[in-house]
């Protein structure tokens, strides 16, 4: 990013977007001192990726996307397309039409085992190749072409703009695809593939050579972090709930026999790819995405999960890291001379705001003439704590206590 040598101006969003790109800086400072890995070296145009490449790449939910090192430097995307394109799946045909076909278990196996349910023969999970590729052919379309198109649409709606295929990339990897190809016939012998083989593969090899960059992997993270829309151009792509199973099969099975390890260290559901680029997402708060060509004996690559550790503590993000005082709702508490009661709420009422909320209206049965929940700002409510909230202003009234909540959004 370019400094201009004069102050910014007061509203201006420099001395934020610094700060944050200047930790991201620091991060993959700390990330470069990561020795070992090597590139993928099983086609050509991996083999010849620059090891020393490096990039982190931060969009929150708000929209706004942060970059330091290599962060605008193309790369294929490889594995990390396999949650999106399993979102597309489950768009396409819902829940239990993919989940028939597809399971939820994380394999602990290398990416490319044969992890096949005794039985059904379905695939272990979506992450590994033997559920990808079954994933990727339940897209429909009226021919091979079409069905890819609509995969590479829809991989662009995740990242807010066209994405383009590496051509030489699909190339070699048909060329070179055989194990994939083996994967798909064992899939085709059980009638869980629904498509021929070599229909289904190239569809696979042609969105593994889709060409991303840091940036647009922390676009796609974070559209999965904020429900399905994409935060910077506002488009719904996938529904909350299938933003939210997506997430949660990458959180256990997203870094093959590395997932248990991971969320140990990063507690994030992640994705990484053989290119080099590792995705992650935080519910609610951002998508990050990281690039750097060697990988370890996993695939994983070495200085990205390196710079996700390093994301994650810089920013707190550990999903099993929640703060130690809940975030309570309750703006103010306001007393009249007459014992009239006014509590002002403001953003999100969970099941625990709700109970501090309750806690707060019973501390006032003894003295108040009346009460008045006033939560107008109340920006979403859970069902369960507006249940609570009810039971508990209806006890409260049947005591004789007047009180009025006004304005809890449906
Ligand atoms: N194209 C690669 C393969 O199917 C992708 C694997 C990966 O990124 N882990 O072998």
Redesign the pocket.
């Known amino acids: 990013m370019s400094t201009a040598p004069t102050d910014p101006a007061p509203g201006s969003a420099r001395p934020l977007v610094e700060a944050v790109e200047g930790a991201l800086e620091r991060v993959l400072d700390e990330a470069r001192l990561a020795r070992g890995g090597a590139v993928a070296d099983?086609i050509p145009e991996l083999a010849r990726a620059n090891p020393e490449h490096l990039a982190v790449a931060v969009a929150s939910v708000g929209g706004n996307v942060y970059g330091a090192g290599d962060d605008r430097h193309p790369f294929t995307i490889?594995?990390?397309s396999k949650p999106f394109v399993y979102a597309l799946a489950v768009r396409e045909l819902g829940f239990d039409e993919v989940a028939g076909r597809v399971g939820f278990e994380p394999s602990g196996e290398p990416?490319?085992a044969i992890s096949l349910e005794p039985g059904t023969g379905r695939p272990a999970n979506p992450m590994i190749?033997a559920g990808a590729i079954v994933t990727s052919a339940l897209v429909p379309g009226p021919t091979p072409a079409e069905r890819f198109e609509r995969i590479r649409a829809g991989l662009s709606a995740f990242a807010g703009r066209q994405l383009e295929v590496d051509e030489r990339t699909f190339a070699s990897?048909r060329a070179t695809?055989d194990?994939?190809r083996a994967l798909g016939y064992l899939t085709l012998a059980t009638g869980i593939l629904p498509l021929p083989v070599d229909d289904a593969v190239d569809a696979?090899?042609r969105q593994?050579s889709v060409l991303v960059t840091a940036r647009d992997l922390a676009v796609m993270g974070a559209t999965l972090a904020h429900a399905g829309v994409n935060p910077v151009t506002g488009e719904a792509v996938v529904d909350p709930a299938i933003a939210k199973r997506t997430l949660s099969v990458m959180a256990t099975c997203g870094m093959y026999d590395y997932s248990g390890e991971w969320l140990v260290r990063v507690g994030l559901p992640a994705k990484?790819?053989?290119?080099g680029g590792v995705l992650a997402a935080q519910p609610g708060q951002v998508g990050i995405g990281v690039f750097s060509p060697p990988l370890d004996g996993r695939?994983n690559s070495v200085r990205g999960v390196e710079a996700l550790v390093g994301v994650s503590q810089a920013y707190e993000l550990h999903l099993f890291d929640h703060l130690t005082r809940p975030r309570s709702a309750i703006e103010s508490v306001v007393v009249g001379p007459d014992g009239d009661v006014v509590v002002t709420l403001r953003g999100e009422v969970d099941f625990i705001a709700a109970e501090q909320l309750v806690d707060e209206l019973r501390g006032h049965a003894g003295e108040a003439r009346s009460i008045r929940v006033d939560a107008r700002a109340v920006t979403d409510v859970r069902a369960v704590a507006a249940r609570f909230l009810a039971v508990a202003a209806g006890h409260l009234r049947a005591g004789g206590l007047d009180v009025v909540v006004d304005g809890l959004p449906g």
Request: with cysteine; proline share 0%.
């Open positions: 099983y490889q594995s990390i990416f490319n190749n990897e695809g194990r994939n696979y090899f593994c990484s790819g053989v290119g695939g």
